[in-house]
């Protein structure tokens, strides 16, 4: 079974440059997430969807970012106009399910912004 | 608020001892429950849950943990460590609440020496 898949792995931008990442979940998961990963910190949600609907953006910095499930598969995060606190990992993951299910997770995209 | 707490950056211990690595939450409700592990250069992996049941539940690699109610807490544990689990592991609690927000600990690095 083939697992979340995500791309770029790295990007390197100045501030106020635009960024988007992209991930393909797990064939069959109904539930993506999108995560930002600071160095020595947990992953802190940012976004959640149920197929192609947000369940929770409560996280995201709507003035910057967005986030897109299309067609209920990929998704894509962007950042426009990305700052210096934006340097991360982001990553997605999928669930089959939303609740007790668990989280498969991609390798990440390691984002810096000089 | 909702909360996880990992209250040991680092944990370290020698290999053939028990490992235990501490999760405490703040939750309203019954959450699920969950254990992650971050291997270097490796992305998150799932490595047990609890949902109901039995308050001691087994998951991947030998790693167990038990789930206290009246203390809120979901610390991981192994009877015989190994230098190969030293790794990073997050805590994470999900609401059963509308959305099933997941909310993680900011991580113990657990150290197995030789």
């Known amino acids: 079974e083939a697992g979340v898949a995500q791309s770029p792995r790295y990007k390197i931008i100045e501030k106020r440059q635009s960024v988007a990442f992209w991930c393909n979940p797990i064939?069959?998961?109904?539930?993506l997430y999108w995560y930002q990963q600071i160095l020595g910190q947990g992953p802190k949600l940012l976004i959640q969807?149920?197929?192609?609907?947000?369940?929770?953006d409560s996280q995201l910095p709507k003035d910057r970012f967005s986030a897109e499930r299309l067609k209920g598969v990929d998704s894509t995060l962007k950042i426009q106009p990305a700052k210096l606190e934006d340097s991360a990992v982001y990553l997605c993951?999928?669930?089959?399910?939303?609740?007790?299910?668990?989280?498969?997770f991609g390798p990440g995209t390691r984002l810096t912004v000089t | 608020a909702q909360s996880v707490a990992q209250p040991e950056d680092q944990v370290n211990v020698a290999e053939g001892n028990p490992l235990t690595v501490k999760c405490t939450y703040s939750?309203?409700?019954?959450?699920?429950l969950f254990w992650y592990v971050q291997y270097p250069n490796r992305g998150l992996q799932f490595l047990l849950k609890?949902?109901?049941?039995?308050?001691l539940v087994k998951g991947s690699y030998g790693f167990e943990a038990e789930f206290n109610k009246s203390q809120t807490s979901f610390h991981l544990k192994k009877p015989s460590a190994l230098v190969s689990d030293s790794a990073l592991y997050f805590c994470?609690?999900?609401?059963?609440?509308?959305?099933?927000?997941?909310?993680f600990g900011a991580g113990t690095r657990l150290f197995v020496k030789a």
């Open positions: 609890y949902i109901t049941g039995d308050n």
């Open positions: 939750v309203s409700g019954n959450p699920y």
């Open positions: 993951a999928s669930s089959l399910d939303g609740g007790s299910y668990e989280q498969y």
């Open positions: 064939s069959g998961h109904a539930t």
């Open positions: 969807f149920q197929n192609n609907g947000v369940v929770d």
């Open positions: 994470a609690v999900r609401d059963r609440g509308g959305g099933f927000k997941t909310i």
